[in-house]
């Protein structure tokens, strides 16, 4: 199963913040590799719709956007989710991406 999270906006631009995270169950050590698969299943990744959340028209550019991707061999589906993410499921997995983002 591979993921990546692209995250976009914010308030201030940092390059390294804007490279995709890549993970891929084949080479993430297998506890990490089973909590990424736990994730993605708590949050009903694959039902989930292809956007989630509005930012405010007033000030849109300081939220981030994340693009999260998942292709588990049988399935590919992306969601673009907006600051606040109120899904605590969803805050799980992005927060699982950026613990693993490589320097």
């Not at 939220?63 to 991707?69: A, L, M, N, P, S």
């Amino acid at each position: 199963m591979r993921m990546q999270v692209r995250i976009e906006g914010g308030i201030a631009h940092f390059p390294g913040l804007a490279q995709p995270i890549n993970l891929d169950t084949d080479t993430l050590p297998a506890q990490d590799a089973q909590e990424m698969r736990n994730l993605i299943v708590a949050a009903h990744f694959f039902a989930l719709p292809a956007s989630i959340g509005q930012p405010p028209a007033h000030g849109a550019a300081d939220y981030r956007r994340y693009i999260i991707t998942v292709d588990d061999g049988t399935a590919h589906h992306t969601v673009q989710a907006v600051d606040p993410v109120t899904d605590q499921h969803l805050q799980d997995l992005i927060a699982f991406a950026q613990k693993h983002r490589t320097p």
